[in-house]
């Protein structure tokens, strides 16, 4: 099994339950979560080694969101105590209509103050296949922006590791003009690149040509044009978006598509009618996980992005960020049964 190391930023969860609005709630659900640690935890199920790297506090509920990996099998011994304290979301899932609504409470936390001589990221990536990112850590603040860019230098010094980025826009953290400066910089490192066309645009600057990418065939159309410029400019090895129909909050359509940066094949996946939804948050997460597995295990790109958008889907019948599936799992889902039966 390969090894991967994920770094990013470990939150508090803090969910209304039953649906409720937060106007209405008098208690809340607790998880822990965030990008990098589900990708982790994920893959960690899958039986590969994983590795998580974050800062959290010297205080209980640190040590809690720490405790929260262990119990996955997530190696967490370069784990930082430092900072003033873990980030929270609250969330608010939604229902039909009505859309989810997510609020932060993460300034000053571990994450944002930490800095790259806190970890020996030598020792880090010494045996690692394989290092993943997200958009998500760079926009937390500037502190986080070097130390991203630390490790991912620490990372490509180590041949043959190969390393994936989720770029995640999150408009709450950052500007898009922002996020274009900081991650165009950061794509030299990249090898694998996961992002849907807003991603694209928000993040790198990418639109589609003369293309609708909300209608039909021809928004398969525009992310081929998006992946063509994605490849031209950045030379990735693989370019991959989740392709959400939102049909309701409960009621979504998922498939996915890839394309090799070389060759320029373009694949589009099997398509799966998820409803209803249990808990979205986490799904990109899930599905970041389920490529890379795909393709460290050795499986072509078409087999690693079914293997993807199966355990993708698994993930949004189950409530809180991680994805708790086993391989037999994804793989009886990928191999085509989706009846939901009783296991006995």
């Known amino acids: 099994m390969a090894k991967i190391v994920t770094m990013g930023e470990i939150m508090l969860r803090l969910s209304t339950p039953n649906n409720e609005k937060f106007i209405q709630a008098d208690e809340f659900d607790i998880n822990y979560g ?50 003033e304290r873990l980030g929270i979301y609250f969330l608010e899932t939604g229902s039909a209509m009505r859309a989810s609504n997510v609020v932060y409470d993460r300034a ?46 620490a990372a490509k010094a180590h041949n043959g590791l190969q390393v ?9 953290l950052w500007s898009s003009e922002k996020a274009q400066k900081v991650m165009t910089n950061l794509m030299q ?35 081929v044009d998006i992946f063509n410029q994605m490849a031209d400019k950045f030379g990735f090895k693989y370019i991959i978006s989740s392709l959400r129909e939102s049909h309701s909050a409960s ?22 009618h998820i409803t209803p939804i249990v808990d979205r948050v986490g799904g990109g997460d899930s599905f970041a996980a389920g490529l890379i597995c795909g393709l460290v295990d050795g499986k072509d790109m078409k087999a690693a992005l079914e293997y993807a958008v199966a355990a993708s889907a698994l993930k949004h019948t189950i409530p809180g960020d991680f994805n708790l599936v086993t391989r037999a799992d994804v793989e009886n889902l990928a191999g085509g049964d989706g009846s939901g039966r009783v296991q006995r």
């Not at 994936?164 to 709450?172: A, E, H, I, M, Y």
């Open 251 to 272: 009621d979504n359509g998922w498939s996915a598509c890839i394309m090799d940066g070389k060759t320029r094949e373009f694949y589009h996946s099997r398509k799966y």
């Open 189 to 223: 490192y990249v090898d694998v690149c996961i992002g849907n066309e807003e991603d694209a645009e928000k993040v790198l600057g990418f639109k589609p040509g003369n293309t609708d990418v909300t209608s039909g065939e021809l928004e398969l159309a525009g992310y």
């Open 34 to 83: 965030g990008g990098e640690a589900n990708v982790a935890v994920s893959l960690a199920n899958y039986g590969h080694e994983a590795e998580f790297i974050t800062a959290v506090p010297a205080n209980p509920i640190g040590e809690c969101a720490v405790a929260a990996l262990r119990k996955y099998n997530v190696g967490t011994k370069h784990i930082a105590r430092s900072g």
């Open 164 to 172: 994936s980025v989720d770029l995640n826009f999150r408009k709450k």
């Open 108 to 153: 000053h936390s571990s994450i944002s103050t930490a800095t790259a001589d806190q970890f020996n990221f030598d020792e880090i990536f010494a045996d690692a296949d394989w290092f993943h990112f997200t958009g998500i850590t760079p926009a937390v603040s500037d502190a986080a922006i070097e130390l991203t860019e630390a490790a991912l230098k």
